[in-house]
């Protein structure tokens, strides 16, 4: 994934990484931030959301009932359909699915933490949670190491940082994903060539559209 190619990139070359935010630095975002050393965020950014997501799930098994449909699922294996919601849901189908959650959520928390030493678990635990907040209460509470900056500020810090004398000729450079011809072709149809990448986690086919996610989902 990104933050851990980040990570390998910076203990191979031995060069510090610094994060920029101008926007949102939600959930998935905090995590990939969470590979830089520092971290610095414009006026207008909002940054945290270190929380996963999985849903919602809607169970609609009554409302077939009334409509007089009935639905069928063929299955193989202990809680294959977990969640089918043509059906009444059984006690505790759902308790690996949870299991699995806790698991990635404990991940995140430990990405953060060790990023983020001002953050502890116990503190994103019970009192921040998965809340969003504004770039100068977010560098109080540790998720960032300096609000109302600028672009050109983080670029300067970065350069003194890797010993870089702004006063001579330098070159920032913008890496993108390559394209061809080919590319150009098919990349309204296919993700593969079009320099996409998509991480899925498949729990059944039919949560196919609803991945296990680290994403800012506002209520």
């Known amino acids: 994934d990104i933050y851990s190619m980040l990570k390998q990139y910076k203990e191979q070359y031995k060069v510090p990484i610094y994060a ?15 590979s830089a050393d520092k971290i610095f965020a414009s006026p207008s950014s909002a940054i945290g959301s270190v929380g996963v997501i999985y849903g919602p799930f809607f169970n609609i098994s009554q409302t077939l009932g009334k409509v007089g449909v009935e639905a069928r699922t063929l299955t193989e294996g202990i809680d294959k359909d977990a969640l089918n919601p043509t059906r009444p849901w059984k006690e505790g189908e759902d308790q690996w699915i949870k299991d699995l959650i806790a698991f990635s959520y404990n991940r995140f928390l430990d990405v953060v933490t060790q990023a983020r030493p001002k953050l502890t678990k116990d503190q994103l635990l019970h009192v ?92």
């Not at 209460?137 to 810090?157: C, N, P, Q, V």
């Open 20 to 34: 920029y935010v101008d926007g949102l630095c939600a959930s998935g975002g905090m995590y990939i931030a969470s």
């Open 128 to 219: 921040l949670g998965a809340r969003m907040f504004n770039c100068v209460e977010a560098e109080k509470l540790g998720y960032i190491d300096h609000a109302m900056s600028s672009r050109r500020e983080t670029l300067l810090a970065l350069m003194q940082e890797a010993h870089i004398d702004p006063a001579h000729p330098y070159q920032v450079v913008q890496l993108e994903a390559r394209h061809n011809w080919l590319n150009e072709l098919v990349k309204s149809q296919t993700s593969i060539l079009s320099g996409k990448i998509e991480h899925r986690f498949d729990v059944s086919p039919m949560h196919e559209r609803a991945p296990l996610s680290y994403l800012y989902q506002p209520q």
